[in-house]
């Protein structure tokens, strides 16, 4: 991995993170439909539209493993992005890679009102538009494999883009069933090589503050220095834009625990086994330093 970090006792703590639960808080609206908890009940969302564009620059102040809270599963979060990047979409392909949150969302019920066999994520899910966007001949196409390409050989272009989102299985209406247990919520990716940096810029249509967004950094982060290192290239910064930035009703008590809590310098995400096919890459292959969180919290809720 080229370029190297500033030393932890020189990096700045990271306000971002609260100052996003912050501004949900205040300036979000009540979303006017409820959503169902793990057990049943409904909950509603406070929604922020356009939330501040948060910007982290690796290598000068750390990856954006947040420390309010101990991220003791953060292999699992990047685990779940490599994952989708070499096309899985079932349950038990994404435990081969760490991930074994997706239980919930991949049960008998919610995959038969669909279509799909029990643990298969669908046909719109991350994995198959990543890995498998369909095209017009019904064939294929790789979207990583090909952005890889483009940027070595046109490394000046600003479209390095990759879309998560396959319309015709992600629409629901009376005359389309959905082809997928949850419509993609991230993974909407602008590469820009720029300096010799290869920057990276997520957006992202939907965003659970408390509990999806700290998984989003961290794989997203991890994932920027693998793709750098396939290029050949220093990581630089990392931007995440989210359009509507939520929290739910019954996770406000653990809002204001974080919020509560002290604010550490992020720490050090090194690559310690590089690989030239960025489709070979595991969680094995990263190692964490110099985190220094405060204690885990059990039990935020998470919406089914």
């Not at 009940?41 to 947040?66: C, H, Q, S, Y």
């Not at 309010?68 to 392909?93: C, D, I, P, Y």
């Not at 982060?221 to 995440?240: C, I, N, R, T, Y």
């Amino acid at each position: 991995m080229k370029g190297e970090y500033r030393p932890y006792n020189e990096r700045t703590p990271d306000e971002q993170y609260k100052n996003l639960i912050r501004a949900v808080l205040d300036q979000g609206t009540w979303g006017p439909s409820p959503m169902v908890d793990e057990n049943g009940k409904e909950v509603r969302t406070i929604d922020l539209l356009g939330a501040p564009v948060m910007r982290f620059d690796l290598l000068k102040n750390g990856v954006p493993f947040i420390t309010e809270r101990k991220l003791g599963f953060w292999k699992a979060a990047v685990g779940e992005l490599l994952a989708f990047v070499n096309g899985v979409h079932t349950q038990e392909g994404l435990e081969e890679y760490n991930c074994k949150w997706w239980q919930a969302w991949c049960t008998e019920k919610k995959c038969a009102k669909r279509g799909l066999e029990t643990g298969d994520l669908g046909p719109g899910s991350y994995g198959a538009a990543f890995h498998d966007f369909p095209t017009v001949d019904d064939g294929s196409f790789n979207q990583f494999a090909e952005i890889i390409q483009q940027m070595k050989e046109r490394p000046e272009l600003k479209t390095h883009f990759i879309s998560p989102w396959i319309p015709q299985y992600t629409i629901r209406n009376k005359d389309h069933q959905q082809k997928v247990v949850v419509c993609p919520c991230h993974g909407w990716m602008h590469f820009r090589i720029l300096d010799d940096k290869l920057n990276l810029v997520m957006f992202q249509r939907s965003c659970d503050v408390l509990v999806g967004c700290v998984s989003n950094w961290m794989q997203y982060s991890a994932f920027l220095l693998a793709m750098a290192d396939v290029l050949d290239l220093e990581p630089g910064e990392f931007v995440h834009m989210i359009s509507d930035a939520h929290i739910y009703e019954n996770q406000l008590p653990w809002a204001d625990e974080i919020l509560a809590r002290e604010t550490k310098p992020f720490p050090t995400l090194k690559i310690t086994n590089s690989h030239d096919n960025i489709f070979d890459y595991r969680p094995d292959d990263f190692e964490l330093s110099d985190y220094d969180p405060a204690p885990g919290i059990k039990g935020i809720p998470v919406a089914i």
